[in-house]
């Protein structure tokens, strides 16, 4: 089992930057790919970026340019940057990690608030 613990979230004002840190533990191994996802009240959960091991990225089309997504892989941690913040960034950011163990398991967060406001 992998737990995944999110933190660094908070209120912003728009134009701002805020970090978001994930740290896995657990039965760590064969984790391939971590990354971030977001859901705002009554909207679906969408991308916001993933990094696998060899360090390729994939973002959101919503996020590109702005965020910037990282790994460390030694200490089992993933962050993301987010530059130019938006009031539609505001969601709650899950940390997701794909695992190959047999067969390939996904893992989430508890998510951590972002809100972009005046």
């Known amino acids: 089992q992998v737990q995944l613990v999110e933190s660094g979230g908070g209120l912003v004002q728009p134009g701002g930057s805020l970090t978001l840190s994930c740290a896995a533990s657990?039965?760590?191994?064969?984790?391939?790919?971590m990354g971030w996802y977001r859901q705002a009240p009554g909207k679906e959960r969408e991308l916001v970026a993933t990094?696998?091991?060899?360090?390729?990225?994939n973002y959101g089309d919503s996020v590109k340019g702005r965020f910037t997504i990282s790994r460390d892989n030694a200490k089992n941690t993933v962050g993301l940057q987010m530059n130019s913040l938006k009031p539609e960034d505001t969601a709650l950011y899950y940390c997701?990690?794909?695992?190959?163990?047999?067969?390939?398991?996904?893992?989430w967060g508890q998510g951590t608030q972002v809100t972009v406001s005046s």
């Open positions: 990094i696998r091991s060899d360090d390729s990225t």
């Open positions: 997701k990690a794909d695992q190959w163990a047999s067969r390939i398991k996904t893992y």
């Open positions: 657990g039965s760590i191994s064969g984790i391939y790919s």
